[in-house]
């Protein structure tokens, strides 16, 4: 009985531990992270080959530092807080994106759902 018990425990370790990953499809968080640190380029996108979400994020962030740009040579009390507002849209799209691009890169190492 006690070599069955350690005949399975060493069965369930060998399969547990057998993963079928393709290690070229692994990325670096670390690097997409430091790709990601670059405004309004969103590098940290392109390097896990998310094109499209890296073009929306460069998008957001170019219109939104255009607008704060804009209401910041306009004067008044209303273009000072619409400034700010874009300020702040482009720093929430900024952090968004370094988030973003980081999950991506950690969650590379997942298998994909089979259909």
């Known amino acids: ?37 670059i405004p309004l380029v969103s590098q940290g996108q392109a390097y896990n080959q998310k094109y499209f979400k890296s073009m929306c994020f ?28 874009f300020g702040w849209w482009f720093l929430g799209f900024y952090v968004s994106s370094i988030i973003d691009s980081y999950i991506d890169g950690e969650l590379s190492t997942f298998p994909l759902r089979k259909k």
């Not at 060493?10 to 290690?23: E, F, G, Q, R």
């Not at 704060?68 to 619409?82: A, R």
């Open 1 to 37: 009985m006690k070599l069955i018990a350690i005949f399975i425990i060493s069965l369930s370790t060998v399969y547990s531990a057998y993963m079928d990953i393709d290690s070229t499809a692994i990325r670096d968080s670390a690097k997409s992270f430091k790709w990601s640190l």
């Open 58 to 85: 460069t998008v957001s962030q170019s219109y939104a530092l255009s607008q704060m740009s804009y209401y910041d040579q306009l004067d008044g009390i209303d273009n000072i807080k619409m400034r700010n507002k």
